[in-house]
């Protein structure tokens, strides 16, 4: 699938030189080019020389947030950028993800997972101005005619269903928050009424998520959110 | 403008809330008689039995039948409280038991002969200052008052009877009774159980009829009762109408003001204009001037008298000072938007009046406006008549005067009688004029007076010719002597004043001084006890009283033992009287009505939203205290208060700084910590991940994989500790912010298996939610670890392969997690053990070190709930979490 012309550029912004030079080691052997950044400040200047596909970024730098970064990143750039830190909380995880992360691991970390997030989060990216069919597995979602369907048969969704379907789809292995969901499908004053979420989301899986396609499409991301991702 | 007659709306709030507050206290029924005889205590028992067959938990508290049988036979029955028994001076009184009754709290009270004063060393000194305190804490009162024992009509009774009444109640008690029960009984009537012995028993029968039940006098008594009732009932119906905005009830906008001053009649003018009052329904005001001429000790104390008494009268109380009474008088008039201005008929020196510009009732009148003027005759009956003394200074006694000014007066007189032949006569007078100048500055004004009195007439008789006679035959002689007697008068006179000005300046400027000093020294001192020593000195140097500070403490209660700055200590009795005075915001125990036998007077330490504490001070030897010094005493001790509020504001606001600091210093450390542990520990976990994916493409290095397995299981085991050991840290030092989230349970339950999905891997686990489990607000991370916790711990002390189910419920108000697995179960006596710090299991594997448990119970206490343990019937143990939760069922079909 990885073309041979472009190679793909990871940035990474980490203060820990091991943690670098591991994650240089391991993109490197899944086809990437990687720069690192050792301060926010430096990385957001090799944001914008390196023009990077993915961007790797630890919450703990010596200068500045992380979270402050992301902010600042997010003004400009949309790129897929992994938060990769020690900070478990729930708490923390949400703040970066609803200031622009788009996924969320915690070391210690596997590096075949963190290949395997890496690879989601940046295929939903670039071209979602022209798509007006989204497709992954055999869910397929047609945004102009708002059709929706799983092996080629149609899925009747309500309303709520649908917009709910396509936020996660547009968001394509990103994990969309709580808040996020409920902000973009009720309005900004629902963001507090996570336990609605739960019963849509169930009636929502039980229509897309056919006994033959076994495959979870929907993950749920504990206390977070959930993420679409299907087999691709 | 005419002001349009509609109700003003601080008028109506007044009213309404006069009206919560009567529905808040409780009820006090009056039976109003016009004398003793008419049967009060009877009416009261009688309807006392018939509340008490409607069932109404009520006791006697106190009743005096003066042996009545048919008033004892009704007595029967009724719950009696037993008297209190007080020793005084060798007898016995007994009194009611307040305490004893407001402890039993019943729903109503009787308490007969309201105007009767208590023994000396109760609580309150009259019997209807218990009852207001009954009725504060909303205990109902039936109570019996004569008609002569109300205070504003003292003075219409002597006119009646003749006799001055000493036991009286303040009229604001009748304005607080929701109900006054007339007890009426034709004179005729009265009189005739009066001879058949129902009223009086035996020879006193006799005495009585002859002089107090006298026909006319019983006439007058009974018209002046009803007419209290119809005012009092007419006064209701203008407060009902007041509420029910009725219109017409508006005619009156008249507020009145008396003008008072320490003249013994100013009580009489007080007690008129309270009678004028309550027939017109207005306010009214009492206003004192104070004028740069001091008063002596009697009159500042019948001063403090008349103003309390005014106060207890509903009197709003002003206190002004300035030298010209009518301009002040009519000044206060305007502020207080007063309508008629009530002042006394008094009795002054005709020509200096006219000297003066006319009386003051006339140049009130002049200058008045359109305020009404009432001038009252006051002083008719003689009998309260006592001659004020004016002006006497300094307590220095008169025979000092007399020694100084005599003694003075013959020296200067022989010394001139010597030089007399070289000086002349007439320059003797000069030296005599020296001398009075020189004796005002010391003496008083009236010893100036007679000194410059006898030194004009010794002038006479020893000097101007012819000597040793008191005749004058020369014209020119005869002027100078006039003219000599005036100017005497006239500079002793005025030296007099300027030096009483000159007193009371000093006397302001003492005050002024020694509040400076106290607030200087507040500044100054920068502990709390430094500034309470300081204002204890103060207090002692202003008044030489020894104090005793008590402070609130955490709890809100007065501190059992009194503040180390204090110099004085309190007897267990006397701190009861703080606490009623704190308790109360106002003065008690010595100098004021509540408690005046105490020892010390107790000032509370108030400020505007908080009470501080209690300053009670000790006077020595039965000081008098008069009323400005006592004003001083008050505002110390609002001062003290402020002081005291203040440093423990700056104390709270250290206590949240310091905290502020150290939580800010831990969470570094903690990160600090954490992040240095955990990076090394990701690095070597991601490389052996790596590497294992190396290892995989080359065939050679294929036998290595199990090495890296083993270094993979010790990173993760190493980092649980580390997890572990930050968690124990974090939950026991207290460092937490519970921050609960709505969650699903199951997602709390994947969320925890994924964390120690390593252990789990190897045994079946089950999870059992039941569908329609509501969501539940909880704190996330805090479940969630410890269901992660006793997961892991189940997968270690379990067989591989064995079951591990996890299951949720609720119960009312509880979320409660199960995790049970199929080990070897609890050990003996371990249930409570288990989830001590450091405990390990006879069946432990080896590896851990006895946290997890012991983090699980922390986190429970954290949020509430408990963990618990049981074997289960057939094999293992199930690990039970109770969770206090807020939880929403939401419908499935939405």
Not at chain 2, 405 to 415: Q, R
Not at chain 2, 839 to 867: D, Q
Request: with cysteine; proline share 4%.
């Amino acid at each position: 699938m990885t073309e041979p012309a472009a190679q793909l550029v990871a940035l990474v912004i980490d203060d820990e030189v091991q943690i670098r030079r591991l994650l240089k080691l391991s993109l490197e052997t899944e086809g990437y080019l990687v720069f690192e950044a050792e301060t926010g400040q430096e990385g957001l200047r090799a944001a914008v020389y390196r023009r990077p596909d993915v961007i790797i970024l630890d919450l703990g730098l010596p200068d500045m947030d992380g979270t402050e970064v992301l902010k600042r990143l997010r003004e400009w750039s949309k790129t897929p950028v992994l938060v990769l830190s020690v900070r478990q909380e729930l708490e923390q995880k949400v703040t970066a993800l609803d200031n622009g992360a788009d996924d969320y691991l915690t070391k210690p970390f596997h590096a075949a997972e963190l290949a395997a997030r890496l690879r989601a989060i940046r295929r939903h990216s670039p071209p979602e101005t022209a798509d007006s069919v989204y497709q992954t597995g055999a869910l397929q979602v047609d945004y102009s005619t708002r059709r929706v369907t799983i092996h080629g048969r149609d899925v009747h969704l309500t309303a709520t269903e649908y917009a709910l379907l396509r936020v996660l789809a547009q968001n394509h292995g990103k994990v969309v928050t709580h808040r996020h969901l409920l902000r973009e499908v009720w309005g900004p004053q629902a963001e507090d009424q996570s336990q609605y979420l739960r019963v849509y989301m169930n009636h929502l899986r039980k229509k897309i998520e056919t006994a033959e396609d076994a495959s979870k499409l929907i993950q749920t991301e504990p206390g977070i959110g959930y993420r679409l991702s299907g087999s691709d | 403008m005419k002001e349009p007659s509609r109700p003003n709306p601080d008028a109506l709030l007044a009213a309404i809330k006069q009206e919560d507050e009567k529905l808040r206290r409780g009820r006090l029924t009056i039976f109003l008689g016009m004398c003793a005889g008419v049967g009060k205590t009877y009416a009261m028992l009688k309807m006392a039995h018939q509340r008490k067959a409607d069932g109404l938990d009520l006791v006697v508290a106190v009743v005096e039948t003066h042996r009545r049988p048919e008033t004892q036979a009704l007595l029967e029955g009724l719950t009696a409280v037993p008297l209190r028994t007080v020793e005084y001076r060798g007898t016995t009184l007994q009194e009611m038991d307040l305490d004893a009754i407001l402890q039993r709290r019943p729903a109503l009270v009787l308490v007969d002969e309201l105007a009767h004063t208590n023994a000396p060393g109760s609580r309150h000194p009259k019997r209807y200052q218990d009852v207001m305190e009954l009725l504060e804490t909303g205990i109902d009162v039936y109570s019996t008052l004569n008609i002569q024992h109300i205070e504003s009509r003292v003075d219409l009774v002597r006119q009646i009877v003749g006799v001055t009444i000493r036991e009286t109640v303040p009229d604001t008690i009748l304005d607080q009774a929701t109900d006054i029960q007339l007890v009426d009984l034709p004179p005729d009537a009265l009189r005739e159980r009066l001879a058949e012995g129902k009223v009086y028993l035996g020879a006193m029968v006799q005495t009585a009829s002859a002089n107090f039940f006298r026909e006319e006098n019983l006439t007058a008594l009974r018209e002046l009762a009803l007419r209290v009732t119809a005012e009092l009932v007419n006064q209701e119906l203008r407060e009902v109408m007041t509420t029910r905005r009725i219109e017409g009830a508006w005619k009156t906008n008249a507020k009145l003001m008396v003008a008072i001053g320490p003249s013994p009649y100013s009580a009489e003018l007080i007690r008129w204009t309270r009678r004028t009052v309550s027939i017109m329904g207005a306010p009214w005001v009492a206003v004192y001037v104070e004028s740069s001429a001091p008063l002596s000790e009697e009159e500042t104390a019948r001063l403090a008298k008349t103003l309390s008494l005014a106060r207890q009268l509903g009197a709003q109380v002003v206190a002004t000072s300035g030298d010209d009474l009518v301009k002040t008088l009519l000044r206060v008039a305007r502020e207080e938007r007063v309508t008629q201005l009530v002042v006394g008929k008094t009795l002054g020196l005709r020509w200096l009046e006219w000297f003066k510009g006319g009386s003051l009732v006339e140049r009130l009148i002049r200058e008045s406006g359109d305020l009404d003027v009432c001038v009252v005759q006051t002083g008719q009956s003689r009998e309260t008549r006592t001659a004020s003394k004016r002006l006497s200074l300094d307590l220095k006694p008169w025979s000092r005067d007399i020694i100084l000014g005599g003694a003075s007066i013959a020296l200067v007189t022989v010394i001139c009688w010597l030089l007399r032949d070289v000086t002349g006569y007439w320059a003797i007078a000069l030296v005599y004029l020296f001398l009075i100048i020189l004796l005002a500055t010391r003496l008083r004004r009236r010893a100036i007076i007679s000194i410059a009195a006898a030194s004009a007439l010794l002038w006479n008789f020893l000097f101007i010719p012819p000597a040793f006679t008191l005749r004058i035959n020369q014209i020119h002689d005869l002027l100078m002597f006039v003219m000599y007697f005036i100017v005497a008068l006239v500079i002793g006179n005025l030296t007099a004043r300027l030096r009483l000005r000159e007193w009371s300046e000093r006397k302001r400027e003492q005050r002024t001084a020694a509040l400076y000093r106290l607030a200087q020294g507040v500044v100054e001192s920068t502990t709390l006890e430094e500034g309470l020593r300081r204002a204890v000195q103060e207090i002692h140097n202003a008044s030489g009283a020894d104090c005793a500070v008590l402070l609130v403490g955490q709890d809100g209660r007065l501190s059992t033992t009194p503040h180390p700055a204090g110099t004085w200590t309190l007897t267990e009795k006397e701190r009861g009287v703080a606490v009623y005075a704190l308790e109360h915001r106002e003065p008690a125990g010595r100098h004021t009505d509540t408690l005046p036998e105490s020892d010390c007077l107790h000032l509370p330490l108030k400020t505007v939203n908080n009470k501080v504490g209690v300053i009670a001070l000790h006077f020595p030897n039965n000081k008098t205290l008069l009323l400005d010094e006592r004003e001083l005493l008050e505002t110390f001790a609002d001062q003290v208060a402020v002081m005291v509020e203040r440093y423990w504001l700056i104390q709270e606001a250290g206590r949240t700084q310091l905290a502020e600091e150290s939580e800010k210093l831990y969470k570094t450390l903690f990160d600090c910590v954490s992040h240095e542990i955990k990076t090394p520990l990701a690095v070597i976990q991601a490389a052996t991940g790596e590497l294992g994916l190396v290892f995989d493409l080359v065939k050679e290095t294929k036998g290595a994989q199990p090495f890296l397995k083993e270094i993979e299981t010790a990173s993760r085991r190493l980092g649980r500790i580390v997890d572990n050991l930050l968690s124990m840290t974090r939950i026991e030092s207290g460092r937490y912010t519970l921050t609960p989230v709505w969650c699903d349970v199951d997602e709390i339950i994947s969320s925890a298996r994924q964390q120690v999905g390593d252990l789990l891997s190897r045994h079946q686990v089950r999870v059992l939610i039941p569908d329609d489990l509501p969501s539940v607000k909880v704190e996330w991370g805090f479940v969630e670890q410890s269901l992660a916790n006793l997961a892991a711990n189940a997968a270690l002390y379990s067989e591989p392969g064995s079951e591990i189910t996890i299951s949720a419920q609720v119960d009312d108000s509880h979320l409660v997690l199960k995790v049970a697995d199929q080990g070897p179960g609890l050990p003996q006596d371990g249930e409570t053990r288990i989830f001590e710090k450091f405990y390990r299991g006879p069946h432990a594997p080896p590896g851990g070190v006895g946290l997890g448990l012991s983090i699980v119970r922390g986190l429970m206490t954290a949020l509430g709930g408990t963990v618990s343990a049981t074997n289960n019937p057939t094999r293992g143990a199930t690990f039970i979490l109770r969770i206090p939760v807020e939880m929403k069922r939401i419908p499935e079909s939405l």
